[in-house]
């Protein structure tokens, strides 16, 4: 590990004199690339700069008291200063260990969140609703902005699917543990008896890909226009605004009908189909990957049941961590990091195991 921390730092010496060379200055396009790197690479420096200024401390004090003739309130203090020190060295150790982790190149990237109402009927589509609602807030505490690009509402209020764009900084580093299946026990609205049932709707989580990311072929594309139903406007049933596009060698169909321009809706389909394309081939290469699978908190398969929201105790669950607490409206509310921060730290600590192994 000390070894390469030692050529990071190395790197990051190398790139800051590049920086100030004028013929690097004079080049924006590699200007802008170093610095991007230097960005990167700066907080993990100075971390290790801090590690062995406690490392060095540590060997300053244990030299000191090696060599004696110190006498006691001295002594006392020497010994404080190497206890603190390599209890610090041995913090900073654990904490380089974790950022040089290989990082996901995919955590910075907006995402899309599509949420489907499953076995439970109404109640599943409401429940759906209630997901729909729950991430727009988590987003909005986060200052993400949210744009539906499809939605089929039921007359009760609820989803019978609902896709949607959350575009921020970080956004899939924060969300993407959340795609499997969320199951709900409450008593339904259309319950009279006052029984609780178990419903379930499943989410799944794609980062953004960029075009860059992945190369689609127009000819394999099948784009056709229609009218957009459900709530909006009168301009819904006078104006085919609404686009499907299909990928003709996957089979793939993405519709989009939240704009009234066919155009945005065009753009907005196409960003929605490279991210599915682009999880797919992720997909394909992860299952031949089986120790970084291993090393996941959850597969992110959407047939895995992953957690349990109980109205009548207030309870959330999480299957994959064994997490459970008792603030469900919160939760419902937006107030999503106490688990998302669990899950990370699981799955860090998953992916240090493994690396150790």
């Not at 910075?108 to 729909?132: C, D, H, P, Q, Y």
Request: net charge negative.
């Amino acid at each position: 590990m000390l070894d390469k921390l030692e050529k990071v730092e190395e790197r990051f010496n190398d790139i800051s004199e590049m920086l100030c060379s004028s013929d690097i200055v004079s080049d924006i396009e590699k200007f802008t690339a170093l610095m991007k790197e230097h960005k990167n690479l700066e907080p993990l420096v100075e971390k290790f700069r801090e590690y062995k200024k406690a490392v060095s401390d540590a060997e300053e004090a244990k030299e000191m008291l090696d060599e004696g003739g110190l006498d006691k309130e001295m002594k006392e203090m020497v010994f404080e200063e190497l206890t603190l020190s390599k209890e610090l060295s041995e913090k900073l150790s654990e904490e380089l260990k974790i950022m040089l982790l290989p990082k996901d190149p995919n955590d910075s990237k907006n995402v899309i969140v599509e949420i489907r109402g499953g076995t439970g009927g109404e109640e599943s589509a409401l429940f759906a609703g209630s997901l729909f609602r729950m991430y727009s807030m988590y987003a909005e505490k986060k200052g993400w902005k949210t744009e539906v690009t499809y939605s089929n509402e039921t007359e009760l209020g609820g989803f019978k699917e609902i896709n949607f764009m959350i575009i921020g900084e970080g956004a899939y580093s924060r969300l993407k543990f959340e795609s499997g299946v969320h199951r709900v026990q409450r008593v339904p609205e259309t319950e009279s008896q006052g029984r609780i049932h178990t419903s379930a709707a499943t989410v799944a989580v794609l980062p953004e890909a960029e075009e860059v990311d992945i190369e689609i072929n127009p000819a394999d594309l099948q784009i056709d226009t229609f009218r957009s139903s459900g709530a909006g406007g009168q301009h819904i049933n006078k104006t085919e605004s609404a686009i499907r596009i299909t990928h003709l060698p996957t089979g793939t169909v993405v519709e989009c009908q939240d704009e009234r321009s066919q155009h945005k809706n065009r753009d907005k389909a196409m960003r929605v189909l490279r991210s599915r394309l682009f999880e797919a081939e992720r997909e394909k290469q992860a299952s031949q990957l089986a120790d970084e699978r291993k090393a996941m908190v959850g597969s992110g398969d959407r047939s895995e049941k992953i957690r349990t929201y109980n109205y009548p105790q207030c309870r959330i669950s999480d299957h994959r961590i064994g997490l459970t607490i008792y603030k469900l409206e919160q939760f419902l509310n937006g107030d999503l990091d106490e688990v998302i921060d669990a899950l990370i730290t699981a799955d860090t600590a998953s992916k240090l195991q493994s690396q150790e192994e």
